[in-house]
C-alpha cells in the first residue's frame, strides 16, 4: 500500500475517532480507555502527537526523560488538555495530515489510528471500529520487523504461535493456532488483555499467559 493509501485511511479513522468523541461528550472525558493510565482526554490528545509534535522533538524529549513511554505521556496529557469538543474538532480538521514518523513512517500513524479508536470505543460498548480490510492492512504492519518494535509490547508474544484470521485472508507464524478475527487479533498482539477472550485455538491459553506475564 503506497502513502497517498495510508494518508487517507488513517484520515478515514481519524474522523471516526472523532465523531465518537463528539458522542460521548465532555461528560466521559475522564473515563477509562484500554490504555493503560489514559483516560479519554489524554487518549485523544496521543491521537494528535504525530501532528504537532516531529520527530526530532520526540526523539529529544524522549532522549531528555530516557522514555519513550513517557514522552508520549506528556504530549498526549499536553495536548490532551482542553475541552473534548475541541480535540475532536482538531482531530478532524487535521485528519488527512501526512505525519511521518521516522521509524515507521505513515504506517505508524495508520495504525495507531486503528487501535486507539477501539481503546475508546470499546470501553464504552461502542460498535465503532476501523473497515475489516483496515485491520488487515494493520497485522501485515504489526509483525512487520519494524511494526514488532513499535506495537507489540510483550516480548516473545509472537513466537511458536500461527496467527490466524477468522474474517479475512491472513495469518502468520508457526505452531499452535490462535485464532480470532483481525480487529481481534490486531488489538490483542498490540496487548490489549480485554480482548483475550476473543481469541480461539490451542494457542491461546500461551496468549493469556504471556500477557498476564
Known sequence: MDDAQLIARTAANRSRFADTLDRLGEQHAGDATLCEGWDVRTLAGHLLQPVHVPSWRFLLTAARMRSMARAC????ARLGDRPLAAIAAEIRERAAD???PWYIGHAGPFTDA??????LAEPQRMDVTAPVEDWHTALEIIVSPRGRQSFIPVPGLLDGLRWVA???DWAHGDGAVVTGSAEALAMVLSGRPAYVDRVTGDGAGTVRERLDA
Open 73 to 76: 505521556d506528556v504530549y498526549a
Open 98 to 100: 501526512g505525519s511521518k
Open 114 to 119: 486503528c487501535i486507539h479508536l477501539r481503546d
Open 166 to 168: 477468522s474474517d479475512v
